[in-house]
């Protein structure tokens, strides 16, 4: 009985520690109205439609899972619209295929998908995925698995940083986008969100 006791106790101990996906945020760039329709502008995007709010976005350190499902460290983006609301809708961006570590939306790069579903009132994150930005190695490509995980582990961490220190949630709507390898990234998380039966958790 003892055994047993001890056995629930580390279980329950292991879960709560790995429940704790925040490390830390640090803002990238703080950019106003007129700054974010300026560089869609001249990236090809017609704003004039678009009601544009001014972001900030954030480089977000997190713990997750490498390819072996042991614990490690990996970054990226949180893009967040500075709006008159507590409660906003949320989407995840995947993004395509790097040939270069450093070029990573935690580095200010990417700009684009953050600016442009931020600017219209979204929280979005965006991933570097594994081995690269923070996290170490080499990038496993197309590695389905922890496409997933070092995304769904970004959206529990800017969760845990926006309810905990911006007192923003939100509204249990979760959208997934990519583009070329974040297509497939895309995928890969709604497959885990899936067989994981987390959907209460990740209402796509």
């Known amino acids: 009985m003892k055994n047993l006791l001890f056995t629930i106790s580390i279980a329950l101990l292991a879960s709560s520690v790995y429940a704790q996906h925040f490390i830390s945020a640090k803002i990238i760039v703080r950019s106003s ?3 974010v329709e300026e560089y869609l ?79 219209n009132g979204y929280i979005t994150t965006l991933p570097d995925y594994l081995g690269l930005g923070d996290n170490p190695g080499i990038h496993p490509f197309l590695h389905w698995e922890s496409e997933a995980t070092a995304s769904i582990d970004l959206i529990r961490a800017a969760r845990e940083f926006l309810t905990d220190s911006l007192q923003i949630w939100d509204n249990n709507q979760l959208f997934l986008a990519g583009y070329s390898q974040g297509g497939h990234s895309t995928m890969a998380v709604h497959k885990y969100i899936t067989a994981n039966n987390l959907q209460s958790e990740f209402n796509v």
């Open 33 to 35: 109205v007129s700054s």
């Open 41 to 119: 502008t001249s990236r090809g995007w017609d704003t004039s439609p678009m009601t544009i709010n001014s972001v900030i976005s954030y480089k977000i350190t997190y713990n997750t899972t490498d390819v072996f499902g042991n614990p490690t460290i990996a970054s990226g983006a949180l893009y967040v619209p500075q709006i008159d609301c507590d409660t906003l809708p949320f989407v995840s961006y995947q993004h395509g295929t790097v040939f270069e570590e450093p070029y990573v939306p935690s580095n200010n790069f990417m700009r684009v998908p953050g600016l442009l579903y931020s600017g």
